[in-house]
């Protein structure tokens, strides 16, 4: 039996051992077909809910009559070519044990969870490893999109490692209990450039708050979302509930959470959850066309495009965010640097030159 289809018995066994209804067991076994529809060149197909369901083989930018557009000339025909990717083993001092972190030259960082025996479970050492790369990434100019996977196809990330859970927290090799997946979620979120979550396997509890908070998700057709937390006593009453109720609307997060059921690729497509899925042999193929398509793009759209997507959902914390690409504009202009100046020759700003624009 192969990975994806080890999965699907399981999700099977989930919704019958639930009590299911006839059109969930349906839906289980629906997804013993391929679900992934090959999008044609001149109509996509889509799913119920009008999301697509994308295969191997698309043209991004192919026109409704078929033929090339000038948006198409310029804009289409995105590589799907492997990545060159060089690992980077340690950061300053410090040996990376629980992920692996790789970049390629074409500007992509990935950062994957390393455990799979535990079906890429957190501890904080793991939080802490993927907080420094975040930071690397962050920080190199010649990265543009990170992509944050798990190791293996069986899970991308089955949230906190509940064999190192004491009281107040995740116990690391410290004694000391913490919760810093919160301050990983805020870090991703708060990263500049665009975060792309690459899920095969098995997204639950923490898991799935992480690709939630990630920009977008690219889901393999194996690929199990869902809240366990009710379940094993534990809850994120922050991004993991608000945002969740953002992506999938107030109802369905209520039953996310409140039931704690796991739901499959197509399920996840449906209801806003993931961006796309895809075969799994095609998973990290297509990641690689959505990054190159995005490494096309201009950065700083990007990059304040996201501030300004989180500033309509995190208060103040979100206009500082946007706020702070206002200002980092402001002191590449002329303008900007004319009262720099004037500060460091000791006289007047002259910003009479400078027009005020409608
Ligand atoms: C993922 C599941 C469904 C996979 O089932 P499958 O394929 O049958 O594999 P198993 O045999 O169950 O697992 C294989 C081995 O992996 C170990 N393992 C799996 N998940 C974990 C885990 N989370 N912690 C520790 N070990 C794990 C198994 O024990 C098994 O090992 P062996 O072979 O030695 O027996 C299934 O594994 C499953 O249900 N896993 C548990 C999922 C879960 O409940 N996760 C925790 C949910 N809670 C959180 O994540 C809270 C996180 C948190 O820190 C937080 C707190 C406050 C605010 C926010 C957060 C936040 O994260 O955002």
């Given at each position: 039996m192969s990975a994806a289809q080890r999965r699907l018995q399981v999700l099977s066994n989930h919704l019958l051992a639930s009590g299911e209804d006839a059109s969930a067991r349906a839906s289980a076994s629906r997804l013993a077909e391929p679900l992934?529809?090959?999008?044609?060149?001149?109509?996509?197909?889509?799913?119920?809910?009008?999301?697509?369901?994308?295969?191997?083989?698309?043209?991004?930018?192919?026109?409704?009559?078929?033929?090339?557009?000038s948006y198409s000339r310029v804009h289409g025909a995105v590589s799907r070519a492997p990545a060159m990717w060089r690992r980077v083993a340690s950061l300053g001092k410090e040996e990376l044990t629980d992920v692996i972190y790789e970049k390629s030259e074409e500007g992509i960082a990935k950062i994957t969870i390393n455990r799979p025996d535990k079906r890429n479970a957190f501890r904080p050492q793991t939080i802490q490893e993927l907080s420094w790369c975040f930071?690397?990434?962050?920080?190199?100019?010649?990265v543009g999109v990170i992509v944050l996977t798990g190791a293996?196809?069986?899970?991308?990330?089955?949230?906190?490692?509940?064999?190192?859970?004491?009281?107040?927290?995740?116990?690391?090799?410290?004694?000391?209990?913490?919760?810093?997946?919160?301050?990983?979620?805020?870090?991703?979120?708060?990263?500049?450039?665009?975060?792309?979550?690459?899920?095969?396997?098995?997204?639950?509890?923490?898991?799935?708050?992480?690709?939630?908070?990630?920009?977008?998700?690219?889901?393999?057709?194996?690929?199990?979302?869902?809240?366990?937390?009710?379940?094993?006593?534990s809850f994120d009453a922050?991004?993991?509930?608000?945002?969740?109720?953002?992506?999938?609307?107030?109802?369905?997060?209520?039953?996310?959470?409140?039931?704690?059921?796991?739901?499959?690729?197509?399920?996840?497509?449906?209801?806003?959850l993931v961006n796309t899925v895809v075969p799994l042999d095609q998973l990290e193929t297509e990641t690689l066309v959505?990054?190159?398509?995005?490494?096309?793009?201009?950065?700083?759209a990007l990059?304040?495009?996201?501030?300004?997507?989180?500033?309509?959902?995190?208060?103040?914390?979100?206009?500082?965010?946007?706020?702070?690409?206002?200002?980092?504009?402001?002191y590449h202009s002329e303008e900007g640097n004319e009262g720099r100046q004037a500060y460091m020759e000791k006289r007047a700003p002259d910003f009479s030159k400078f027009k005020r624009l409608p």
């Amino acid at each position: 039996m192969s990975a994806a289809q080890r999965r699907l018995q399981v999700l099977s066994n989930h919704l019958l051992a639930s009590g299911e209804d006839a059109s969930a067991r349906a839906s289980a076994s629906r997804l013993a077909e391929p679900l992934w529809l090959e999008r044609q060149a001149t109509s996509g197909s889509a799913s119920s809910s009008g999301a697509r369901v994308t295969g191997a083989k698309q043209e991004p930018y192919s026109s409704a009559d078929g033929k090339p557009n000038s948006y198409s000339r310029v804009h289409g025909a995105v590589s799907r070519a492997p990545a060159m990717w060089r690992r980077v083993a340690s950061l300053g001092k410090e040996e990376l044990t629980d992920v692996i972190y790789e970049k390629s030259e074409e500007g992509i960082a990935k950062i994957t969870i390393n455990r799979p025996d535990k079906r890429n479970a957190f501890r904080p050492q793991t939080i802490q490893e993927l907080s420094w790369c975040f930071s690397d990434a962050r920080d190199d100019p010649r990265v543009g999109v990170i992509v944050l996977t798990g190791a293996g196809e069986l899970a991308f990330c089955s949230g906190g490692d509940q064999s190192v859970r004491g009281k107040g927290g995740y116990v690391g090799e410290d004694g000391i209990a913490r919760l810093n997946v919160l301050d990983l979620q805020v870090q991703i979120r708060r990263l500049p450039k665009p975060v792309v979550a690459m899920v095969a396997g098995y997204a639950v509890g923490g898991g799935h708050i992480l690709h939630m908070v990630c920009d977008l998700t690219i889901a393999a057709d194996n690929a199990i979302f869902g809240q366990t937390g009710p379940k094993v006593g534990s809850f994120d009453a922050g991004y993991g509930s608000t945002h969740m109720a953002r992506l999938v609307g107030q109802k369905k997060a209520r039953e996310m959470w409140f039931l704690a059921r796991l739901y499959d690729a197509r399920e996840a497509l449906d209801m806003g959850l993931v961006n796309t899925v895809v075969p799994l042999d095609q998973l990290e193929t297509e990641t690689l066309v959505w990054c190159r398509e995005m490494l096309r793009n201009s950065p700083t759209a990007l990059r304040v495009l996201k501030a300004a997507l989180n500033a309509a959902e995190d208060g103040q914390a979100g206009i500082q965010e946007l706020g702070g690409n206002a200002t980092m504009l402001f002191y590449h202009s002329e303008e900007g640097n004319e009262g720099r100046q004037a500060y460091m020759e000791k006289r007047a700003p002259d910003f009479s030159k400078f027009k005020r624009l409608p």
